[in-house]
């Protein structure tokens, strides 16, 4: 159960009405870390290293200086267990620094002096950078702070992928011995189901992936803050990807983004103050959050249709938008097979209930007349879960380079993670 508190901060509700913020608050400040694929358990490479990194080049683009930072929120957990390394120096020594960096670990190291405003994203709550984002633009319009400066990483360290909880065990315990053992609730197997079933629905194949995935991978090499950009390979093709091995069938391996380690940093700030900045101010027009539970140990397609109706309400209602408006679109696709739901619920294009694949066999590049995830999204850049937000800001200030869409770029729409919690925000060139 989520407190009246949290639904307020996060706009979890239908029925708000127009954000009371739109147009008050921008982003006007975005800085990447380095990528890898994985810690190379160097000091200078570790997640608190590669945070003060993208800090600085978040500061630097928004051109203003540590003392004019006075609010921090950091999403501190990097999906790996809390592991110390007391062989390493200062401040590199503990787990706040290496396998998570909380806000404070970054205003002590930073020398971030006049902060008065602190959050630390929960995971309870999602805690990933779309959440941390949303409050921070939650908290400069209520006056919290006037500069936030926002932070997020992702971890991956050598071994098992995401080494904490049931993942770290041997053995399968609970009610999981039922379950694990058959692979059900392993990575990205729910989702496959759900793949079932809507291609039971509405007569398709997931065969018909293939062009949007090879789009996303074609976007994200093009995205210089992403793994593919940095660590080139040979350009996936739909070959390639129908050839892939599955995962959980009729998921592929080439439908699940690469776990990556590195992340970004925003600036967020005032309306007012943003007018004096290095960069053309994006504006916050909305934010929202979709926060359900399945009825069983997995979602079904009518639940998770549901949800997208619940979500588009919320984004649209508050932004005073509709979906002709949307210019730039950017939706979570970190399973591949997620992308459909958001893309028809939110009827980008005219695309409606069934019709995703028929949409992703059409021209979808950032080129041609549906530029569909022009970020490339975690499957194209890794899973840092920032390129999605960083592209939708780009884009407005027109500077995507080779991603730039050749269509109009005044709004977009960006979010993730799940179809049951996941957090959505839109973005404006201009504040009305």
């Known amino acids: 159960m989520v407190s009246p508190y949290y639904r307020s901060i996060y706009r979890m509700d239908e029925g708000l009405g127009v954000w009371e913020h739109r147009g008050k608050v921008a982003v006007v400040g975005v800085g990447h870390t380095p990528i890898d694929r994985r810690w190379d358990e160097r000091p200078e490479t570790s997640l608190g290293a590669y945070s003060m990194i993208a800090a600085q080049k978040a500061m630097d683009d928004a051109g203003i200086s540590l003392d004019d930072i006075d609010g921090v929120v950091s999403c501190p957990r990097a999906n790996i267990p809390e592991w110390s390394r007391p062989e390493l120096p200062p401040p590199y020594n503990t787990a706040d620094g290496v396998s998570k960096v909380t806000a404070e670990w970054l205003i002590t190291n930073m020398g971030l002096n006049n902060v008065k405003f602190i959050d630390n994203t929960p995971d309870s709550l999602g805690g990933n950078i779309s959440w941390a984002l949303n409050f921070a633009a939650q908290a400069v319009g209520d006056g919290k702070a006037e500069v936030v400066l926002v932070r997020y990483t992702m971890g991956n360290f050598s071994g098992r992928y995401s080494q904490a909880g049931s993942n770290s065990e041997e053995e399968a315990s609970g009610g999981g011995q039922w379950t694990g053992p058959w692979g059900w609730g392993a990575a990205g197997t729910p989702y496959a189901y759900l793949m079932g079933e809507y291609c039971r629905k509405y007569g398709s194949n997931p065969d018909r992936m293939a062009p949007f ?179 939708c800001i780009q884009q407005l200030r027109g500077q995507a380079g080779e991603r730039q869409i050749r269509l109009k770029a005044e709004t977009a729409l960006g979010g993730e993670t799940t179809p049951g919690s996941s957090a959505w925000t839109v973005f404006g060139k201009n504040p009305d």
């Not at 129908?242 to 959980?248: D, G």
């Not at 900045?277 to 934010?287: A, C, T």
């Not at 998770?304 to 649209?316: A, F, N, P, T």
């Not at 975690?378 to 592209?391: K, L, P, S, V």
Request: glycine share 8%; aromatic share 12%; charged share 25%.
């Open 213 to 391: 995935v090879v789009n996303a991978r074609r976007n994200g090499r093009m995205f210089p803050d992403g793994y593919y950009y940095q660590h080139p390979e040979e350009a996936l093709t739909v070959e390639d990807y129908l050839a892939s091995r599955w995962i959980a069938k009729p998921l592929r391996i080439h439908d699940c983004d690469r776990p990556v380690q590195g992340g970004a940093c925003y600036i967020v700030t005032t309306a007012e103050r943003a007018k004096d900045m290095k960069q053309p101010p994006v504006y916050f027009l909305n934010h929202c959050v979709n926060k359900f539970d399945s009825r069983s140990s997995v979602e079904t397609l009518d639940e998770v249709e549901g949800w997208m109706d619940s979500l588009q309400k919320k984004i649209y209602e508050g932004s005073g938008l509709t979906p002709r408006d949307i210019d730039v679109y950017n939706p979570y696709d970190g399973f591949t097979h997620f992308t459909q739901y958001y893309l028809e619920a939110m009827q980008w294009h005219g695309v409606k209930r069934g019709e995703a694949h028929d949409f992703y066999a059409g021209d979808i590049s950032v080129e041609g007349p549906h530029p569909l995830l022009p970020s490339g999204g975690n499957n194209g850049t890794g899973r840092t879960r920032c390129a999605i937000y960083t592209d």
